[in-house]
Structure formats: structure tokens, C-alpha cells
């Protein structure tokens, strides 16, 4: 935290004095209950990744991975969720949720608005089973050209050397860019030597990243705290 701190003019004993001005905030009485609050938040969510999931260790293993992956980048262990809940509701696999977030995320850079709706967009291609235009713009809206991805890597996708935009807005149209084109677009964008490799690591060392850990953490210590009750 030091060392992010001290590029932006920062010293961790200002962050220290700002949490604790944050914590003058709550009374006594106000943190076990937000603990509380918090706990029972995290059981309502297992009972609905349960139903979704169809098994509750399946459930409990959803809920720690993305505590997990909320512990090691900027993002928060709700807007994963959320996430995540839209993935598998437009029919991703369970298995491949925490994974498709985490390209989701690299390529959103850790920005949990931009993740949510390219979440959206994605889930609504693999209900489609295709690719459509609208898809295309939200994905394009949100930073992230599938497209573009494609024609660089023509070869991988089946398609021939030098095809180019154009050709696949014409395959588009005709329905011929498959959900499972566009999912192996994420896989090769965020896999190594893509464009958005470990970005959300990168992301997670800046000041905001770092602090939205601590604040992740800190809750799941309080939730923690108070399960036993």
C-alpha cells in the first residue's frame, strides 16, 4: 500500500487517518451489525447459487472462488457475483463462470461497471448462440472489439488468412459468428501475449486496487467473525 501510496503523493499514515475518520463513522453497535448484515447477505447468496447450481457444495464452491478471485484484483466479492449470477442465468456453465469473469475482468481492467456489462452482452450472445450486432456494440462500448481479435488470428478461428473486417461483419449478419467464436476471442485476448494479459493483477497493485482489497478482506474477516454465532 507504501509503495502505490507514495505515487500518488500519499503516505500510509494518511490512508490510516482516512479509514479512521471512516471508522468514527460507525459506533460500537454499528460494526457487528454491519458484520452481521454482511453474513447473512453471504448465506442469502449461497441459498441462490444453490438453486441455480442444483447442489449446495457446488454453491460453496462458487462462493469461495469468488471470494478468492475478489481477494487477488479490484474487484469486489458482490459485483463478481452479480456477474457471475448473469453468466449462469443466460446458461454458462457453473464450472465456467469464475473463469469467464476473470477474462471478463481483464479485459474490463478491474472497472466493475465496464465488467457488468460486458457480462451482459456475453451472456446474451451464448443464450443467442451467435453473435449480433447489438452484442457487438455493447462489447465495443464497454473497450473490447471480438472482431478485431478474430482478424488477427484469422487462422485460429478456422477462418482464412487475411480475412477482414468486413467479411466478418457479412458473416455476422448471416448468424455465422458463433458464441463459441466469441468465447475463444476473451480466451486468446486475455491468455499470454494477448492485449489483456493479467490486467487485473496489474490493476490490483495500483492505489485502488489495493484499497478495494482491503476493504473485501475486511468484510470477510467481520463475516467470518460472526458465523460461529
Same mark, same amino acid.
Do not use: C, H
Given at each position: 500500500v507504501e509503495g502505490a501510496a507514495s505515487r500518488w503523493k500519499v503516505s500510509f499514515s494518511d490512508l490510516a487517518g482516512l479509514a479512521g475518520k471512516v471508522g468514527l463513522a460507525f459506533s460500537a453497535w454499528?460494526? &457487528?451489525?454491519?458484520?452481521?448484515?454482511?453474513?447473512?447477505?453471504?448465506?442469502?447468496?449461497?441459498?441462490?447459487?444453490?438453486?441455480?447450481?442444483?447442489?449446495?457444495?457446488?454453491?460453496?464452491?462458487?462462493?469461495?472462488?469468488?471470494?478468492?478471485?475478489?481477494?487477488?484484483? &479490484?474487484?469486489?466479492?458482490?459485483g463478481i457475483t452479480e456477474s457471475v449470477k448473469t453468466l449462469v442465468q443466460f446458461g454458462v456453465a457453473g464450472e465456467n463462470a469464475i473463469d469467464t469473469v476473470r477474462q471478463l475482468g481483464d479485459?474490463?481492467?478491474?472497472?466493475?461497471?465496464?465488467?457488468?456489462?460486458?457480462?451482459?452482452a456475453y451472456g446474451q450472445v451464448v443464450a443467442?448462440?451467435?453473435?449480433?450486432?447489438?452484442?457487438?456494440?455493447?462489447?465495443?462500448?464497454?473497450?473490447?472489439? &471480438?472482431?478485431?481479435?478474430?482478424?488477427?488470428?484469422?487462422?485460429?478461428?478456422?477462418?482464412k488468412a487475411g480475412t477482414s473486417m468486413g467479411d466478418l461483419r457479412k458473416m455476422m449478419e448471416k448468424g455465422q459468428i458463433s458464441a463459441e467464436m466469441m468465447g475463444q476471442a476473451f480466451v486468446?485476448?486475455?491468455?499470454k501475449g494477448g492485449m489483456f494479459y493479467q490486467n487485473m493483477e496489474k490493476q490490483s497493485k495500483t492505489l485502488g486496487g489495493l484499497w478495494s482489497t482491503m476493504v473485501d478482506n475486511i468484510q470477510l474477516s467481520l463475516v467470518a467473525a460472526v458465523q460461529p454465532l
Open positions: 454499528q460494526i &457487528p451489525k454491519y458484520a452481521i448484515q454482511s453474513a447473512a447477505q453471504l448465506e442469502r447468496l449461497q441459498a441462490q447459487f444453490e438453486v441455480m447450481l442444483g447442489s449446495a457444495g457446488k454453491a460453496e464452491r462458487m462462493i469461495a472462488d469468488i471470494q478468492k478471485l475478489a481477494a487477488a484484483t &479490484p474487484l469486489e466479492s458482490m479485459v474490463a481492467g478491474g472497472d466493475q461497471e465496464r465488467l457488468s456489462r460486458m457480462a451482459l443467442a448462440g451467435k453473435l449480433q450486432g447489438q452484442d457487438l456494440l455493447q462489447f465495443i462500448n464497454a473497450g473490447f472489439n &471480438p472482431l478485431k481479435v478474430m482478424v488477427e488470428n484469422a487462422t485460429k478461428f478456422g477462418l486468446i485476448a486475455t491468455s
